[in-house]
């Protein structure tokens, strides 16, 4: 069974630093590793998606690794700003299966 | 298409009661799957379809929760006789056939429920 590890599971910075948030999965025989934001009380937003044969995946201030032989994704936010704000969680399908698998999230506070 | 809709967006209701969810995924997504998240969790998958076709129930759907697709377009979620553990975000989410380089899922933006 694939589990999914995020840390920290908060983290508040000064508006302008660098975010890194960690991920770490269990099962390397994935297809893809997908990670989301929540604001609270809302559903899920999309941010990036990395196939296992890519190493990495860039939107905007927005950057995520794959290590898959190790198990392991890193999202780098540059230069937060307070509306960088909320919950990030990554999430992946293992191999030959639909269901994701999702970490309890790293949330996040930006400090104007 | 603006993605995958949900409604309600909050729904309360008295303990016993009986509730029901709908989603409306992305049109040309034959993939169709609810998830609930309790607070400070990750979302736990419950269901999933393909087209019309109920394809798996997490052991976390009990006999009072029944997800139905007719016609391989919206879903329904119906819960039965809720109870205050039932309070939670029911996500809905979308996507096409994964095939081998696997697509990504598009998430609603959920119905939250409370049970009191």
């Known amino acids: 069974k694939q589990e999914v590890t995020q840390i920290p599971a908060a983290l508040s910075v000064p508006e302008g630093e660098n975010l890194v948030l960690n991920c770490s999965f269990t099962?390397?025989?994935?297809?893809?590793l997908q990670w989301f934001r929540q604001d609270p009380g809302k559903g899920l937003t999309s941010l990036l998606l990395?196939?296992?044969?890519?190493r990495e995946q860039t939107s905007g201030r927005l950057n995520a690794s794959l290590d898959k032989s190790s198990g392991r994704s890193t999202l780098y936010i540059a230069a937060s700003q307070p509306g960088d704000s909320a919950t990030y969680l990554c999430a992946v399908p293992a191999s030959n299966d639909y269901k994701l698998s999702f970490g309890a999230g790293t949330t996040v506070t930006v400090r104007a | 298409d603006t993605g995958v809709s949900q409604d309600p967006r909050h729904k309360i209701t008295k303990r016993g009661q009986n509730v029901t969810f709908r989603c409306d995924p992305i049109s040309e997504h034959n993939r169709l799957y609810w998830y609930r998240q309790t607070l400070g969790q990750g979302p736990e998958f419950l269901t999933y379809f393909q087209n019309e076709a109920q394809l798996e129930k997490s052991r976390l759907l009990s006999d009072r929760f029944s997800a139905e697709r007719p016609k391989g377009s919206f879903s329904t979620l119906e819960i039965q006789r809720t109870e205050q553990g039932d309070s939670a975000m029911y996500l809905c989410?979308?996507?096409?056939?994964?095939?081998?380089?696997?697509?990504?899922?598009?998430f609603g933006s959920g119905t939250r429920l409370t049970v009191v």
């Open positions: 989410a979308s996507s096409p056939e994964t095939g081998e380089l696997g697509y990504g899922y598009t």
């Open positions: 099962d390397s025989a994935i297809y893809n």
């Open positions: 990395i196939q296992s044969s890519q």
